[in-house]
Each structure stands twice: as C-alpha cells, then as structure tokens.
C-alpha cells in the first residue's frame, strides 16, 4: 500500500462481498420459485426475493465501486484521500441504510414499507430497480455527494490522470443521473422514458467509464506497458461506448409508448454497442501480451481478462441478439432479457468488481499477491463463477427461445402460465447452474483464508522496493 | 510507422463525441416530448387512474409482472391485461380479490393484498389506461 | 493529392494523414452513416411509392447548392494543408476560413430548409420518409457544425504558429473530418433527394 488511506477501501470490499452472497443466495430461492411455485410461500413471495437480489447486487456494486476509487484514487492522485473519517463515516451510513431497506422489503409487506416510510409524500417506490423507500434514495444521494466529493477534492489536489479523471466522470454522472429516480409521474409514457435515464444511462453510459477505469488501472499495474499508451486506447474505447450507448438507449423505447422513429434510432445505434466491448478484449489482450513484467497476481490478471471476454458476450453479444426492433418485437420482456440481463451484469461489472478486489486485497493485507495456493483456488473459483454464468445465460437463452415460440412467434400463442410449465426443465438447469455458481462463490471467499505456499511480502508505507513498483 | 496517435486527439474525440452525442439524445427527446402526447393516452388519466398507479408501485406489482414488457419475468404481462380479460375490469377485480392467501400447492400463486374496494377498483382502471397507450402493435398477441 | 507536397521524412508512408484517432472516429461515423443508409434503403424497398411521392416536395436546388458548397469547402481545405506543408501559415489559416464560411452557408440553407418543413407541420413522426430525410440531414446538419467547430479550432491554433511544414498532423486532421462530413453528403444527397 503507498498511501495509508487506500486501506479505507478493505471494509467497502468486505462488505461487497458479503452482499454479493446474500444477493446470491436470493437468486437461488427465485430460481426455485420458478419450478416450485410455493417455495416459502406466503413468507417470501418472488416480488421480494427479486427485489433483494436485485438492489443487493446494487448497493454490493457500488460499495465495490466505492472501494475501487478509495484504492486508486491515493494512488493515482499521489496524495492521501482528502477525508478518511468521511470515507468511513459514509461506509456505515451506506451499510446500515442498505441494511435496514433489505430488512424493511423482508419484514413488513411492501406496502406497509411504503405507508412507513411515507412514500406518499415524494412516491418513488415500487419501480423496478428502484423499490428503495424514497428515504433510502435521498440517503444514497447523500452518501453519493459526500462520497463524490471526497474522491472529487482528492483528485483534483493532486495528480491529475485519465484513469482518475474518467472515474470522477463517472461517479458524478452516476450522482447525477440517479437524481431521475425521483421523477415519477401518474403518465406511464413518460414515467418509463425517464426511468430509463437512470437505468441504461447508468450501465450502459456512466457505469462503463467507471469499468474502463478500473480496468485501465488494473492493466498499468499488472502489465507495466507504458500509462500513455493505455490511457490512449481508453479514451478512444470509452468515447465509442457513450456514441454508441448514448442514442441506444432508444432499443428501450420501442415498445413504451415513445414514438415509432426510436425503432429505427435505437435499433442503428445499439447495434453499434458491441463495438467497444470488443475493441475491450482486443485491447485487454493486447496490454496483456505486450507486458513488461510478470506481476506475482496471476488471478488478478485472469479476472481482467474475463471481465473483457464476458462483457463482451454479455452485454455485447447477448445485447445484440435482441436489440433490432423487429427481433425485439417478439423478444421484448421474455426470458432472453433475462439471460442478456445475467451475463451482462456478471461480465461487466461483478467482473471488473473482483478484479479491483482480487487485485488489491492482499495489498491491503500487507501482501503483493496472494500465495500460490490461494491464487489457486482463486482462479478456480473464477472458472466456476464464469463457466456456471455461461451455462445460466445459455438455459434461460433456451427458456427465452421456447417461451417465444409458444407465446409470440406463432399463430396459436398459449397463455404465459402454460407456456411456463412446459419451459420448466430450462429452469431447472439454471437452478443446477445457479448452486455451481454459488460452489464458485464459497470458494472464492475461501481463498481470502487460505494459507500456505511461498508469500511476497510487502512493508506498509515504508517505501520498500517491492511494495511500491507495483 | 510514422503514424500519429496522440492522447490528445483520442481525449478530443471523447469530450467532443460525448458532447455530440449528448446534444443529439437531448433533441430526441425534445422531439419525443412533443410526440407522447399524442400516443400515451393521457385522456384516460384521473385521480382514480393516479390512485391506481400508486396501488400499482406500493404493492411492487413489477416484482412479478411486466408491464409493456418491463419488469419481473415470473407473471404475465398486464400492459394488456385489460383486453385479455375481456375489457372488463370487474374481471380484472375478481382475480385479485381470489387469490388465496397461503397460495397454491405447487405452483405459482398471487399473493393476497386485501385491497379495498377502492384500490380495486383504482388498479383496475389504471390497467384499463395502460392499455390504451399507442406501443406500436406490442404485444404481438393477446397472451402478451 | 496530400503525397504530392509530402515532406520526405517519411519512407513512402502509406498510412493515413492526420492523427490515427480521428480515423477510428471516422471510420465509426462512416459505420453509423453506412447503417443508416442501409436502413433507408430497406425501409425505401418496403414502401417505394410513398417515398418518391414524397421525394418531390424536396428542395432539390437547395441540395445542389449545398452539394456545391460542401466540395468547394474541402477543396478549400486542401489549399489549407498543402499551405501549411509549404509553411504558409497565412495562407493557411485564410483557406480553412473560406472553408468554415463555406460550411455556415451550407448551415444556414439547411436551416431554412428545416424551418420550412417545420413551418409545414412535417416533423419525424409524420411518415417513413420524412422520419428518415428529417433524421439523416439533421444527423449531418450537426456533423457540419462539428466540423466547423473543429476547423475554427485547427485554424486558431494555426493562426498561433502551433502548426508549421514539419508539423502538420493537426491540420490534416481536421481536414480527414471534414472530408469525411463532405463524403457523406455527397452519398446523402443523391439517395435520398434524387434517386428514383
């Protein structure tokens, strides 16, 4: 560790990861809702098992962005974080609020949340993705602005690079663009239009250049090839992302009410969209090949790796296949939305999450990289989460293709219940997929634990060669 | 090779393509925000519909639902529901009113809301407003 | 006809002029304008009579005349480059000028011709057609002002001494965008105000 305030970001990394889990072990009890219908049934119905396993994978990604920016930041800026006491004050003010909302959607019927939290006042609630009590939602605006700021002051003290500049544009566009959240009016239309400013704005605009970031500091740590000319390519990929992602948020509005030239406009501009995912993976692969150095974090390698590849079948392959209007006419809000829904967010940003962890956790724990036996399992853990991934997007992709060939693609449709019934065998594959990958994630959190095999020591702050070459 | 690639220009095309692009999305949307009055069917809009829509987001509907294909993926789609229960939201009322509150063995089940008759009726009419939004011919059937 | 005034330093280069990340750019809005043209021209396959219906409520001679402007304004900006490679930072800077006022021309005939179409209640959703004139000509209409705004650039570095006979990339740069808006229009203007 160079500067004694990166260690700030341990906590927001711990508490990622314990998210992650609940976030995952929800997606198992969805899974089995969907071939056993009464599974916990009255107690958890699907709306809440859904609603928490969708806003926990938020709130353990932002605690995972946050964590990102409080490691790199110091170090990109070459100053201490402007605040550490802030940064730790947020970490519990986030963790509590996130806490009491996901104990609010698991104790009390939703609509008893709302008439607690008094949703009439400002009504926000009950939109997908944005379930948050409004209460919730003014404590992330705050807790963004603190934290933005924090992060904010520190870079512009200090060094001035890409990487942390592009990282600052990115959390202030994520600021900025949750602010439509409160947005909410009785007309469906435009209730949805501006939704979506927060939603695909945000992970396909603003979200991307914090990923692009992450990356390119990972790249310039474990490759050592030279900051300019990574930075170079960042800027080129980046700018393709928000040309491309900018208008194509109009594959979202084809079938919404807006009006009819957005099939043409989303439909020309989304099927640009998988091109900065792969100039991505080229791009990865290349800075990895053209390395100088041989950094002891095999894993951390691997995982920026994957999170290139798997972005690009996610969010670029998968997003591809249904985003032109006529094919989206018939694919719109089945399972296949479901399963681009899966790889993309695994690809793009659980990946580059456990990228910036795998990379600097055992900095922080005074170590270069992990042992040998640790990365071992690591990188195991790696295949499994990625592979069990693969196979979960290929069987709701199964699910999808036969829900519409039942229900849209044809002149006799069966009534969606009917239809679920005789796709349930996908759905018990995705379950078996989905206890893979929970195996994976269990493993992965082992290898924090794990002990043994030669380790790379590295001193605090105290200057030593070893600690700060990387 | 004596080409030129310079961070610079690659940091131009960035803010300047973001700014491009940026305008562009705002002039769409200036567009669209003359348009949507004209296809969103704001007409049917009341204070039973705006009571409806707030029925609708207490009880975290898209939890299950979609509604013009947005949302949960595990009930069926209500954006039309109107027309698949015969243009009658009296039947739109009684299936929520039935759904029994320890669910059904085995299946997929509606949980109980123990709506009033008010927010019946209010949920009812708002799927009734939804359904008459212009979406361009989606669903592609009634099962939606 | 850049080569001819090359500076021999470079070894028979075969690379492109200007900065290699302007390119990707380009090669980018090419893609986008591509896409669009194909789109036109399947939407044109499905629908032919309502398009030449509605073809001939366009101002043709507008077009021409801006189809005009736009390659007078490229040639413009050869004179520009080649200047700078001769050193003749002047003379530069006065071509990429004509070049810039070349393009507020085409700029302000355009703008005529959106108020009038505006005047006539034709707006994006009024059919196919006009969805896709309305859409590609403003699309271009915005890359004019782009590159206006890029040459004005170029010329005030140029008029500040950055640029000189050894150090030309950043004029040729501007100049490949403006090619590449010229470019577009001259498939732009044929497809989709004259073509049958």
């Excluded at chain 1, 979960?392 to 009534?415: C, K, S």
């Excluded at chain 2, 080409?3 to 300047?16: C, D, H, L, Q, W």
Aim: proline share 4%; aromatic share 14%; with cysteine.
């Amino acid at each position: 560790m160079k500067y004694q305030s990166q260690a700030v970001a341990k906590p927001y990394f711990i508490a990622a990861i314990g998210l992650f889990i609940g976030q995952i072990l929800f997606g198992l009890i969805m899974g089995m809702q969907y071939v056993a219908g009464d599974f916990l049934f009255p107690e958890i119905p699907f709306n809440v098992a859904r609603m928490v396993h969708t806003n926990l994978l938020i709130v353990w990604l932002l605690f995972g962005f946050m964590g990102a920016a409080y490691f790199l930041v110091p170090e990109e800026s070459e100053r201490e974080l402007h605040s550490p006491l802030l940064a730790k004050i947020l970490f519990w003010v986030f963790l509590v609020a996130g806490a009491l909302t996901v104990l609010g959607y698991l104790l009390v019927p939703y609509a008893r949340l709302a008439e607690l939290t008094m949703n009439d006042l400002l009504p926000t609630m009950g939109r997908e993705f944005l379930e948050q009590p409004t209460i919730t939602k003014i404590g992330i605006v705050i807790v963004a602005l603190g934290f933005v700021y924090n992060i904010g002051v520190t870079i512009l003290a200090g060094r001035k690079t890409v990487v942390s500049l592009v990282l600052l544009t990115g959390l202030v566009g994520l600021a900025v663009l949750f602010l439509f959240s409160f947005y909410n009016p009785v007309n469906v239309v435009n209730d949805k239009f501006y939704w979506w400013w927060v939603v695909h704005l945000w992970v396909e605009g603003v979200w991307e250049l914090i990923l692009a970031s992450i990356l390119a500091f990972v790249l310039i740590k474990v490759t050592g090839v030279d900051r300019e000319v990574i930075e170079k390519w960042m800027y080129v990929i980046i700018a393709m992302a928000l040309i491309s992602g900018l208008i194509g948020t109009g594959h979202h509005y084809f079938w919404i009410g807006a009006p009819e030239y957005w099939q043409w406009w989303g439909s020309i501009f989304s099927a640009l969209e998988p091109i900065p995912f792969f100039m991505m993976t080229v791009f990865a692969f290349n800075m990895v090949n053209r390395r100088r150095r041989e950094h002891p974090n095999k894993a951390a390698v691997l995982w920026a790796l994957g999170t290139a590849v798997m972005a690009f079948l996610g969010a670029g392959v998968w997003g591809f296949l249904h985003t032109l209007a006529p094919v989206n006419y018939y694919t719109h809000g089945s399972q296949l939305t479901a399963a681009h829904g899966h790889m993309a967010f695994y690809g793009a940003y659980v990946m580059i999450v456990l990228t910036i962890i795998s990379y600097s956790m055992p900095i922080l724990r005074g170590q270069k990289a992990g042992s040998p036996r640790a990365q071992k399992v690591e990188i195991w853990s790696f295949w499994l989460m990625t592979l069990s991934m693969v196979f979960i997007t290929l069987f709701l992709t199964g699910a999808g293709i036969q829900q519409i060939l039942l229900q849209r693609y044809t002149d006799n449709p069966l009534p969606f219940m009917v239809v679920q019934d005789k796709i349930e065998m996908f759905y018990w594959m995705r379950e078996g997929a989905g206890v893979v990958f929970l195996v994976g994630l269990i493993l992965y959190v082992s290898a924090f634990f794990v002990k043994g095999g030669e380790r790379e020591e590295i001193t605090d702050s105290s200057g030593m060669a070893s600690a700060t070459s990387s | 090779m004596s080409e030129v690639f310079t961070k610079s220009m690659a940091r131009n095309i960035y803010y300047g393509g973001s700014a491009f692009f940026i305008l562009l999305f705002l002039a769409l949307t200036f567009d669209t925000a003359s348009e949507v009055p004209k296809r969103d069917n704001h007409e049917a809009i009341t204070e039973q519909v705006a009571l409806g829509k707030k029925v609708w987001e207490e009880n975290n509907c898209i939890g299950c639902h979609t509604l013009l294909g947005e949302g949960a993926y595990f009930a069926p789609e209500l954006g039309n529901v109107y027309t698949r229960f015969g243009e009658s939201t009296e039947a739109i009322i009684g299936f929520i009113q039935s759904r029994p509150v320890e669910g059904i063995p085995g299946r997929r089940s509606m949980p109980q809301f123990n709506l009033s008759d008010e927010e019946l009726q209010a949920i009812a009419q708002f799927l009734k407003y939804v359904n008459g939004i212009n979406t361009s011919g989606w669903p592609p059937n009634i099962q939606g | 006809m850049e080569t001819v005034a090359n500076p021999p330093a470079a070894t028979g280069r075969q690379d492109l002029p200007g900065d290699f990340a302007i390119w990707i750019f380009i090669f980018a809005e090419l893609l986008v304008f591509g896409i669009f043209f194909l789109a036109y021209a399947f939407a044109r396959a499905g629908n032919v009579e309502l398009f030449n219906e509605y073809q001939q409520y366009l101002d043709r001679e507008t077009g021409a005349i801006n189809t005009l402007l736009l390659i007078t304004s490229s040639f413009f900006v050869v004179r520009a480059v080649n200047a700078i490679k001769r050193n003749a930072v002047a003379s530069c800077v006065r071509w990429l000028g004509f070049a810039v006022l070349s393009g507020a021309v085409f700029a302000g005939l355009k703008l005529t011709e959106f108020a009038a179409r505006h005047a006539d209640g034709i707006t994006l959703s009024t059919n196919t057609f006009y969805m896709f004139y309305l859409s590609l000509t403003f699309f271009h209409f915005m890359h004019v002002l782009m590159g206006m705004v890029i040459l004005t650039a170029v010329a005030v570095k140029a008029h500040r001494g950055d640029y000189s006979a050894a150090n030309h990339t950043g004029v040729e740069t501007g100049a490949s965008y403006w090619h590449m808006v010229d470019l577009v229009w001259i498939v732009l203007f044929p497809l989709v105000y004259v073509m049958h």
